[in-house]
């Protein structure tokens, strides 16, 4: 069984930064692409920032020049360091991968972490 297993969400004022931690666990052969979503409420879940197969980097317009993804190959984890943050952030933050399991990919989600930025 592979899960992702989040950390590091929390209430945090408007300004100050937070890093989500992400790590996959389990039984499979490599990781193809990993990475951020967020949901807002009342809207659709959206990419923050991922590294894709080829190990490029994407970032949502609305976050670049404030968060930076981040990861450690050794330990099948990745960070989002996220800085300047807005109320806007507000938002479920979701791990997401596609990881090579024998004979196939599969599409892995985190339970998901609460980001809340607030005065």
């Known amino acids: 069984q592979v899960q992702l297993v989040e950390s590091g969400g929390g209430l945090v004022q408007p300004g100050g930064s937070l890093r989500l931690s992400c790590s996959a666990s389990?039984?499979?052969?490599?990781?193809?692409?990993m990475g951020w979503y967020r949901q807002a409420p009342g809207k659709q879940r959206e990419l923050v920032a991922d590294f894709t197969s080829t190990g490029r980097t994407n970032y949502a317009d609305s976050v670049k020049g404030r968060f930076t993804i981040s990861r450690d190959s050794t330990k099948n984890t990745v960070y989002l360091q996220m800085n300047s943050l807005k109320p806007e952030d507000t938002a479920v933050y979701y791990c997401h991968a596609d990881l090579h399991v024998p004979l196939r990919y599969i599409e892995v989600w985190g339970q998901g972490t609460l980001v809340t930025v607030s005065s």
């Open positions: 389990g039984t499979f052969v490599s990781i193809s692409t």
